[in-house]
């Protein structure tokens, strides 16, 4: 078959998961083993590469078994409370906490510190339960509360000095939109701070003029990844004819038809090597 196969400039890990995963190779070098709190990626595929090398996934039932070990943080970060935790039993850390996420969990430390005493409240716009939301949570003793929707904010009483944060890999425009939610109910104690990754966020505007100039968009993510279901919905929003694949298995040929363009793109949990393993699938069809 006669495809045109173009891949996407601008898709594959971002700058966190790249000094993650470089930062644990490294270590596996010379190393048989790893720990790392959580999967480093959300991408079973390059999960399963970095395993062979010897990474191993715990979580934080399993750090409170270790002593003496070494534990990768991955760039998501973590509460304060794991690292004290490591402290008592003697682990190491590999900080790989992104710089993005890491100035977002000092301001929102400093703005808790800030509201606490005039009963005010820290609202955090993310996914319940995601690894990032839970260590900015954590800066917060737990206090913060998570905002999935405008429609969570009729729960929340906004008489109260209100601060609001987002998830660094939110769409910029749900945040938005949730910020003039609460402008609307007239909220007169209330800030937002802009706290959604620049590199992520840049993506958005580029994917939806990609998506739009092929005739067929293959997105490739791990189906564990949030940022990768945000940007497969907005694939699907500017071209249906998108699919999500995570392997070449995936692949289907009756997806396309001769002489089509197809463009190939990812989250910021897919390697490049794996936007071009589909790559070399499409034009070998």
Request: contains cysteine; hydrophobic residues 35%; charged residues 25%.
């Amino acid at each position: 078959m006669n495809l045109s196969v173009d891949i996407d400039k601008y898709s594959g890990f971002c700058n966190g998961v790249v000094n993650a995963v470089k930062k644990a190779e490294r270590y596996l070098d010379t190393n048989k083993r790893l720990y790392s709190l959580g999967a480093i990626v959300h991408n079973s595929v390059e999960i399963a590469r970095l395993q062979q090398k010897g990474l191993e996934i715990i979580d934080i039932n399993r750090m409170k078994e270790l002593k003496d070990d070494v534990v990768l943080v991955r760039a998501h970060g973590e509460p304060p409370a794991t690292y004290k935790l490591a402290e008592e039993r003697g682990v190491s850390i590999i900080d790989c906490t992104c710089p993005v996420v890491l100035k977002l969990q000092r301001d929102i430390a400093a703005k808790y510190k800030e509201l606490k005493p005039l009963g005010g409240q820290i609202l955090i716009f993310g996914k319940v339960g995601h690894a990032e939301v839970n260590g900015l949570v954590g800066q917060t003793e737990g206090e913060a509360i998570v905002v999935e929707s405008p429609a969570d904010i009729d729960k929340i009483d906004l008489s109260k000095p209100t601060a609001l944060f987002s998830q660094t890999t939110k769409d910029i425009n749900e945040y938005q939109q949730l910020i003039d939610s609460i402008n609307d109910r007239g909220c007169k104690f209330f800030s937002a701070y802009n706290t959604i990754c620049r590199q992520v966020a840049s993506r958005y505007g580029h994917l939806a003029d990609f998506a739009r100039s092929h005739d067929v968009i293959l997105f490739v993510s791990g189906t564990e990844s949030s940022n990768g279901r945000v940007l497969f919905e907005l694939c699907k929003k500017y071209n249906p004819r998108s699919y999500r694949v995570e392997n070449g298995d995936d692949v289907k040929r009756d997806w396309f038809r001769e002489n089509e363009s197809v463009g190939i793109c990812g989250a910021t949990s897919t390697p490049r090597w794996q936007l071009e393993e589909i790559y070399y699938i499409c034009k070998h069809l």
